[in-house]
């Protein structure tokens, strides 16, 4: 790929960082102000060789998100490389309503293989597109909030949003 769009707007939750290709779908996504934080969640096969800053459609989703709207980010059209199980992972995260998330096992079961809890996280792990792929809907089976790349104060933050949203 040789260039693509960053963009960068303000949260409640601190700077979040677009970046996509040029038929503006998203390729990463997350809460820093850091292009190389960004660049390095993407596989080499669709990292950019160029940034541009510019609009990008995601950012007007992202910023109804914020403003109440938290289904607002369902229709960003997201770019991912990896294997079908990863691929099938990214997708059921898309189905994971807000407000009502999901362990990882629960999200394994989802998937069709309730042994592969490693696997299912590691889906979670490996995703670029934070927010419009929703990774932090996923939880320990304790109830806990587990791990998240953009920090544990974001991904409650995100899952109280949403769960206002839902009782609303």
């Known amino acids: 790929m040789t260039a693509?769009?960053?963009q960068f707007i303000d949260t409640p939750d601190g700077p979040f960082?677009?970046?996509a290709d040029e038929n503006d779908r998203v390729l990463a996504s997350g809460w820093t102000d850091d292009p190389a934080a960004l660049l390095g969640r993407l596989a080499p096969?669709?990292?950019p060789a160029e940034l541009e800053q510019g609009e990008t459609a995601a950012a007007a989703a992202a910023r109804a998100?914020?403003?109440?709207?938290v289904t607002?980010?369902?229709a960003?059209?997201?770019v991912q490389t990896g294997g079908e199980f990863h691929q099938?992972?990214?997708a059921a995260l898309r189905e994971i309503e807000p407000g009502h998330p999901l362990s990882y096992q629960e999200f394994a079961v989802a998937l069709g293989r309730p042994t592969a809890v490693r696997a299912a996280a590691s889906a979670c792990a490996r995703n670029a597109p934070a927010l419009f792929v929703p990774c932090h809907r996923v939880l320990r089976t304790d109830g806990s909030m587990g791990g998240f790349a953009w920090g544990v104060d974001v991904k409650r933050s995100l899952l109280a949003r949403e769960a206002a949203a839902a009782s609303a």
């Open 76 to 78: 960003v059209e997201v």
């Open 17 to 19: 960082g677009i970046i």
């Open 65 to 69: 998100y914020y403003a109440g709207d």
């Open 72 to 74: 607002a980010i369902d």
């Open 4 to 6: 693509a769009t960053i």
């Open 45 to 47: 096969s669709i990292r």
């Open 88 to 90: 099938k992972g990214w």
